[in-house]
């Protein structure tokens, strides 16, 4: 550490303000834009900044050929030779795809978070970039908003615990290492709470569910060592994150201590202006670094503005230098000054990607992250012989979707469908498909808008004649990958086009129907939960996902995911999530007389169609005696508590034991339930476990308004379960 100290102090004493404020500047490359193309983006005079030492970093420049050419610029022309960083959106995956961030979380385990992240470390450093802008870590509670697939879902224990996972995953224990990557926490902060669920919205927000539900997992993916973080687009309480000193430099930088850099959304500075928050691009370069946005991603604020801001005395030049070495240190730990071609290794680009070790993880990440929502009559798992199956569904034999909206540098059309995956494990003769409905036309990219093909029922005659010769069926439903992910908040979360039509028709010829649903978020399929008898979650899996759902579907693995967030019965309902507090009027009337003063809807139950944290198995498992170790908690100690677990068969199989805690009366009313810890234990037929947590008082706190954080002393309820809305709980007194 010394020396790295040492060799940044001294090359920071021979940087004029110029080549500072260059290091201060992300360009994007012109392999790919994934933001608003500015109307004036010249590549070649980006290169010649390059040679000249003002540019800091570029994103989106991909493959080993490219970044070394840029970097050459960099090192051998300009003055210093100081490296570029290259950083890239490798959200879950580079060339393998792994489940989207939700369906990751789905599984509830860490270890499959931390080797997917690992994968796409090691897929991008093969391929010459240093950085992803990952993990996204903004916890959300409304399904209309396309980024909730990115994210960790709607709890702020499990975001936290997945953020951490992701890091570690990523960055590993060695930044230096050429198959790791630095991480990015995002975005900071908020985003996830835009109004009305529509992206790039105004967030307005108590300071309680600030730091209580928002901030958490990016405290955790900071005591991570996570090494930088991006503010974003939306404003917070009438301050766009990205000129927020609250956040930035006081809350991250000092009360957390952390050392990282912190870099803008694309354009987030100069959209400052738009907000409304700053004059002009000049003033919004003079927010955004006196707030602590260290590095400007391509808005060109800091390269137009920040010499001369500095020159006039109203930027005090400690902000640049400090902002300076905060990227030299993460390009250090990088190795980049050893070595800035590291990660520029052709045999190596060959030889990691898309290898069948890479792809045998993904799988298995995949099989995970599957919830099985209903299996009435134990419909599942299918047997692989004697059984005629009809394939039903466009997004059955789709082998792009599955890939997900942030696929990086992943073939098109190159996952497993469902077809493929079930036609891989029974003779294919057993099997027939049917496209049935069609989902979309148009171009489909990351770019543009999506055509969502209205009612064609064109397909449906030969969808029920297959439906008619099968002894089950498997429909798969659900949503394109462009109808989720940045851009593309949606008002109906319902299902597009003329799928539930068709499932009705099928209906009529048969009854054995399992529904296979490919989304982004939880979307509203109360209609179709009623009317068939099993029913998976299976969200968009990536390179694997065909594999991992037949898998599920013939038991070669017994299905163990639980739900990030919590379907609604009605889009009407959104917001929606577990951890919601009481009201002075809560949702059962106890006097049962009918009148109408509760806090209620006249036309749909309050409570979620499948809650946070479900999830079955083709096995039950059984929740027996809990207890407490003792009955009060005095401050400064711990107690145990436990929970019987058993497996009562017939397979063996996983279960997410979940601990939840009600604080009864505090300062600042608290939710009914947080979940608080988990345990994904495996249980073979018949045993039975003991699973035991330690309560303390870091389980029973929370941050008042002020930000800070406190336990008081009262009841609390200790709750377990396996899922949100099916625990049983034990009474704790916590004394000072
Ligand atoms: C996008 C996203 C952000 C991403 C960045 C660079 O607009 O908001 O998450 O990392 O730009 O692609």
Redesign the pocket.
């Known amino acids: 550490m010394e020396h790295r100290q040492k060799f940044i102090a001294a090359l920071l004493a021979k940087m004029t303000l110029v080549e500072k404020v260059g290091q201060l500047n992300l360009y994007n490359g012109t392999w790919e834009f994934?933001?608003p193309v500015p109307k004036d983006d010249d590549s070649q005079l980006k290169f010649e900044h390059i040679r000249q030492g003002l540019v800091g970093g570029m994103?989106?420049v991909l493959t080993v050929a490219a970044t070394r050419e840029a970097q050459k610029l960099a090192v051998e022309d300009s003055r210093l030779g100081i490296p570029l960083i290259f950083g890239y959106?490798v959200i879950h995956g580079y060339k393998t795809m792994a489940p989207i961030p939700l369906a990751q979380s789905a599984s509830w385990d860490l270890e499959v978070a931390r080797k997917c992240a690992a994968l796409a470390a090691l897929e991008a450093s093969a391929s010459g970039i240093h950085w992803t802008?990952a993990p996204?870590i903004d916890i959300t509670r409304d399904a209309r908003w396309g980024r909730v697939m990115e994210g960790p879902g709607e709890d702020p224990y499990l975001g936290s615990a997945m953020a951490k996972a992701w890091v570690e995953g990523f960055q590993g224990s060695d930044l230096g290492a050429v198959n790791t990557i630095a991480a990015c926490a995002?975005?900071f902060a908020a985003y996830g709470f835009v109004e009305a669920g529509r992206d790039y919205n105004t967030v307005d927000m108590g300071s309680s569910t600030l730091h209580n539900i928002v901030l958490p997992p990016f405290k955790a993916a900071a005591e991570a060592g996570v090494a930088t973080f991006?503010n974003?687009?939306n404003e917070l309480n009438g301050v766009p994150v990205t000129g927020n000193r609250f956040l930035q430099r006081q809350l991250l930088k000092e009360l957390w201590n952390w050392s990282g850099f912190v870099v803008s959304?694309?354009a987030s500075i100069g959209e400052m202006v738009t907000h409304g928050f700053t004059a002009d691009l000049k003033h919004a370069a003079e927010k955004a670094i006196g707030a602590g946005c260290d590095m400007d991603?391509e808005s060109k604020a800091y390269l137009r503005h920040l010499q001369q801001l500095v020159e006039e005395g109203i930027v005090d030049q400690k902000y640049i230098d400090n902002a300076v070495q905060r990227i030299l240190q993460v390009k250090y730990d990088l190795g980049l000054f050893d070595d800035p071609y590291r990660y520029c290794n052709q045999q190596r680009e060959k030889s990691s990607i898309l290898t069948d070790t890479n792809l045998a993880l993904a799988r298995d990440a995949a099989r995970k992250s599957i919830v099985l929502l209903k299996n009435e009559q134990h419909i599942l798992p299918l047997s692989k012989l004697g059984v005629s199956i009809g394939v039903i569904g466009c997004l059955a034999q789709d082998k792009d979707i599955p890939l997900g909206s942030w696929r990086a540098q992943a073939e098109a059309n190159s996952a497993k469908s469902l077809l493929e995956g079930m036609k891989s494990l029974v003779e294919p003769d057993s099997i027939r498909f049917a496209e049935g409905y069609k989902l979309t036309r148009g171009d489909r990219s990351f770019l543009f808008e999506l055509d969502i093909i209205e009612n064609d029922e064109t397909g449906f005659d030969d969808a029920v004649a297959v439906a008619q010769d099968s002894d089950v069926v498997v429909l798969a439903m659900g949503e394109d990958c462009w109808q989720t992910g940045?851009g593309r908040s949606q008002v109906d979360v319902g299902l597009k086009g003329s799928q539930q039509e068709l499932l009705k028709q099928l209906l009529k010829v048969n009854q054995n129907i399992v529904v296979v649903m490919m989304s982004g978020r939880a979307l509203d399929i109360a209609e179709v939960a009623h009317q068939v008898p099993a029913l998976l979650q299976v969200w968009h899996l990536g390179s694997e996902a065909g594999n991992a759902i037949a898998d599920v579907i013939f038991g070669d693995y017994n299905p163990s995911g639980k739900l990030p967030v919590s379907f609604p019965r009605h889009g009407g309902q959104l917001p929606i999530y577990y951890n919601h507090k009481n009201t002075g009027r809560p949702t059962t009337n106890p006097h049962d007389d009918g009148m109408v003063f509760w806090s209620h809807y006249t036309d749909c139950e309050n409570d979620p169609l499948y809650p946070f944290g479900f999830g079955l198995s083709y096995s039950k498992f059984e929740y027996g005696e809990s207890r407490l170790s003792a009955n009060r908690l005095i401050s400064g100690g711990s107690i145990k508590f436990t929970a019987t677990i058993k497996n009562l068969g017939p397979y063996d199989g996983h279960e997410v034991v979940q601990l939840y805690i009600r604080d009864i009366v505090a300062s600042e009313t608290r939710p009914v339930k947080e979940l608080k810890a988990f345990k994904k234990v495996f249980l073979a037929a018949g045993e039975e476990e003991v699973v035991s947590f330690d309560i303390d008082e870091e389980m029973l706190s929370y941050y008042l308004s002020d930000g800070s954080l406190v336990c008081e002393p009262g009841a609390f309820t200790i709750m377990v379960g396996g899922s949100s809305a099916q625990t049983q709980g034990q009474e704790l007194i916590y004394e000072l």
């Open positions: 994934t933001g994103l989106n959106d802008f996204m995002k975005h991006m974003g687009f959304d694309w991603m940045e």
